[in-house]
């Protein structure tokens, strides 16, 4: 059975840091794209960066770049989200997903074909 744990959210004040993790299990994890997507409260998911299977390629969202990094350790087969300068908007419930594709159309949920449960961001201002 393939699982994704997300873990790491809290609650944060505005300018602050925060890594999120997610471990994968039940798959290879280097065989496939690892993201991370985001919903707040009334919006869409939005889909925030992705880090490709061998872990030397991103694409980034341009509402968090410079704010965000992904990284993957492979051996753990698990992904990092560090996100730091924190703004309240960026509150929502991160996802991390796996999916066989890596490329431009990173940001769309239907290319992922495994999802983790979901963390709660919240950020005071």
């Known amino acids: 059975e393939v699982q994704l744990q997300a873990s790491g959210g809290g609650l944060v004040k505005a300018g602050g840091s925060l890594r999120l993790s997610c471990v994968v299990s039940?798959?290879?994890?280097?065989?496939?794209?690892i993201g991370w997507f985001r919903q707040a409260p009334g919006k869409e998911r939005e889909g925030v960066v992705c880090?490709?299977?061998?872990?030397?390629?991103?694409y980034i969202a341009d509402s968090v770049k410079g704010r965000i990094a992904i990284s993957r350790d492979v051996a753990k087969n698990t992904a990092y989200l560090q996100m730091s300068s924190l703004k309240p908007e960026d509150t929502a419930v991160y996802y991390c997903?796996?999916?066989?594709?890596?490329?431009?159309?990173?940001?769309?949920?239907?290319?992922?074909?495994?999802w983790g449960q979901g963390t709660l961001v919240t950020v005071s201002s």
């Open positions: 880090i490709s299977p061998s872990g030397g390629a991103t």
């Open positions: 997903a796996a999916s066989p594709y890596y490329g431009a159309a990173y940001d769309e949920a239907y290319k992922y074909v495994y």
């Open positions: 039940g798959l290879s994890e280097d065989d496939y794209a």
